[in-house]
T-cell receptor, first 116, second 109 residues
Framework: DTGVSQDPRHKITKRGQNVTFRCDPISEHNRLYWYRQTLGQGPEFLTYFQNEAQLEKSRLLSDRFSAERPKGSFSTLEIQRTEQGDSAMYLC??????????????FGPGTRLTVL | QKEVEQDPGPLSVPEGAIVSLNCTYSNSAFQYFMWYRQYSRKGPELLMYTYSSGNKEDGRFTAQVDKSSKYISLFIRDSQPSDSATYLCAMSGDYKLSFGAGTTVTVRA
């Protein structure tokens, strides 16, 4: 049973560049979430998918951010025209509805983004 | 005011001591409560999950929920140096988790 995986683990980019992160959820988990965590804070919700449908986006998710889950399996999070304030750990989590612990989200290792 | 308040610590205890962590919350809609452990530069790892008031025990860990006071706790018995990490409380009413800021714990050998 493999857990949630994320790629890349680290990304260093220059301000103004575009970056894309990938998340592979636990197999058969139909919900997938993106969170952002800055130093000394807990993760903050960005968006979530049920299967391929994006059902909610936080107001934290500016127009420069876009997320997709085209086939209801892996997901990508793209940040366009990166800013230094985008530097953070981007976490992906997944869960399975219909189980007793449907709200139990399992997290991946995260992608640490540094914008220079 | 944040929805979930958690004392960031840091907390330092000797090996074998009981670690006591807690969070308060303001949103009455929260009905699922979790504790995650996070090592430096890693993703959060689920420790405990509960949805009812009362105690839930799993090995050395005990989670306590008091919905009337909007207060949750995590106790770690017989703490070990490997328990040194940041502990995050999390809660939800539907699907998205609201986290506390995390408490950094160091268990001294």
């Amino acid at each position: 049973d493999t857990g949630v995986s994320q790629d890349p683990r680290h990304k260093i980019t220059k301000r103004g560049q575009n970056v894309t992160f990938r998340c592979d959820p636990i197999s058969e988990h139909n919900r997938l979430y993106w969170y952002r965590q800055t130093l000394g804070q807990g993760p903050e919700f960005l968006t979530y998918f049920q299967n391929e449908a994006q059902l909610e986006k936080s107001r934290l998710l500016s127009d420069r951010f876009s997320a997709e889950r085209p086939k209801g399996s892996f997901s990508t999070l793209e940040i366009q025209r990166t800013e230094q304030g985008d530097s953070a750990m981007y976490l992906c989590a997944s869960s399975h509805t219909g189980s007793l612990d449907a709200d139990t989200q399992y997290f991946g290792p995260g992608t640490r983004l540094t914008v220079l | 005011q944040k929805e979930v308040e958690q004392d960031p610590g840091p907390l330092s205890v000797p090996e074998g001591a009981i670690v006591s962590l807690n969070c308060t919350y303001s949103n009455s809609a929260f009905q699922y409560f979790m504790w995650y452990r996070q090592y430096s530069r890693k993703g959060p790892e689920l420790l405990m999950y509960t949805y009812s008031s009362g105690n839930k025990e799993d090995g050395r860990f005990t989670a306590q929920v008091d919905k009337s006071s909007k207060y949750i706790s995590l106790f770690i018995r017989d703490s070990q140096p490997s328990d040194s990490a940041t502990y995050l409380c999390a809660m939800s009413g539907d699907y998205k988790l609201s986290f506390g800021a995390g408490t950094t714990v160091t268990v001294r050998a």
